[in-house]
C-alpha cells in the first residue's frame, strides 16, 4: 500500500507540475534544482551569468564557509540583540556578477578602489586577539596570525583592514 500510495502521489506531481510548468519532474534530482528549473523557465527574462570553468575556480577558492565557535554563556551588564533580515539586507548591496578584468598585477591598485575577488598577502599582526578571516590550511579552515597568501573578496579584505590587517593586493578578477 505504501508503494501504491507513493507513486500515486509522484504521478500527481508529475501531471501537476508538467500542466503548469512544462517541466518534466523526471529529469530532477532535488527540490532545489526543481526550484531552479521553474524559475528559470517561467520567470527569468535574461539568462544567469555563468562563469568560464578557469574564472569559477579562480572564485571558488576564497569561499571557506562558516565558522562555528562556542562560548561559555556567561556575561554581566550585557544586552541582548537578534538580527532580523539580516540576508536581504546583505542582498541589496553589490555583488559582483559580471567579470570586467583580470588583472595580472594589482600592486599598483588601492584597495579601497577595487571591488572584486584577489588573490593577496596577508598579515594579521600580534596585537589582534582574535583572528577573523579564516584560511584553509590542510583541509582545515584556521584562522592564523602572521603572513599567509589567499583568494579573498575585497568586501572582506577592506573590513580587516580597517581592523589592523595588512593586505597586499597580488592579482584578480576585477
Partial sequence: QDSLVLYQSIKNAAIKYFSIYKIDI??????????????????????I?????????????????????????????????????????????????EIKNFHKDLSQIELENFFGFALAEIHCPDYINTPVLPFKRNNKTVFPKGKWTGTYFSEELKAVKAIGYEVKLIHGYE
Avoid: C, Q, W
Fill in 26 to 47: 523526471s529529469s530532477i534530482l532535488s527540490t532545489s534544482s526543481l526550484s531552479l528549473k521553474i524559475f528559470r523557465s517561467n520567470f527569468l527574462d535574461k539568462d
Fill in 49 to 97: 551569468p555563468v562563469l568560464k570553468k578557469s574564472n569559477d575556480t579562480y572564485i571558488r577558492d576564497s569561499y571557506i564557509g562558516g565558522a562555528t565557535d562556542y562560548y561559555k554563556l556567561y556575561g554581566e551588564n550585557l544586552h541582548y540583540y537578534d538580527v532580523n533580515s539580516l540576508y536581504p539586507f546583505a542582498m541589496i548591496k553589490p555583488m559582483p556578477f
